[in-house]
């Protein structure tokens, strides 16, 4: 749930009350400052491989390599994420991209796609755009109209996570990363 002046959220208050939503990626460039920014939330910058950094919301690039990544790091996290997907570009996702998202998507606690905004490409702060259309009054270029459609699928799919009670134990061990190539192994 994004931040605003009238709401106080925290990142570790009592159980049941918001929390900012805390945002990784799963390597640099993927897009992590921009969906924080969009969301309000807390950029943790890149998560550690092992999944343990505690996130809602995990970022990761419409390639294989970097779907795959979210996959086994989101696996590994004691609770779900949220997979946020920024287009890498303008085309439609790889056929392993949209099939491994698939294949993963009843394990996720959601799947929300970012489209390709190419203005973004040319602009020194990014994310400063974002904010600003998403919640600044600021018109959106053509590309950028459906910044309010995704605002909203985030806004629904991450408020689950930041009004929950964290999680009391593990409730499911992180897969060996020795013997498991990949967290879900029906995912290709």
Do not use: K, Y
């Amino acid at each position: 749930m994004p931040a605003t002046a009238s709401t106080s959220p925290t990142t570790a208050g009592a159980p049941g009350a918001p929390q900012v939503p805390r945002v990784g990626g799963v390597a640099g460039g993927v897009g992590t400052t921009v969906v924080a920014a969009l969301l309000q939330g807390i950029d943790v910058g890149v998560v550690n491989p092992e999944g343990i950094e505690p996130v809602q919301v995990l970022v990761c690039r419409s390639t294989a390599h970097s779907v795959q990544a979210a996959v086994i790091l989101a696996a590994r996290m004691p609770r779900t994420p949220v997979v946020v997907v920024v287009a890498d570009c303008g085309d439609r996702p790889p056929a392993s991209v949209r099939h491994r998202l698939h294949m993963a998507e009843p394990n996720l606690a959601a799947i929300v796609r970012v489209p390709w905004w190419p203005s973004l490409r040319d602009l020194d702060d990014p994310a400063a755009r974002i904010s600003e259309v998403a919640w600044g009054g600021v018109a959106p270029s053509r590309p950028e109209r459906s910044v309010p459609g995704v605002l909203d699928a985030l806004v629904t799919a991450v408020t689950p996570l930041v009004t929950a009670s964290p999680p009391a134990a593990q409730t499911r061990p992180p897969p060996d990363a020795a013997t498991d190539s990949t967290a879900f192994p029906h995912v290709s």
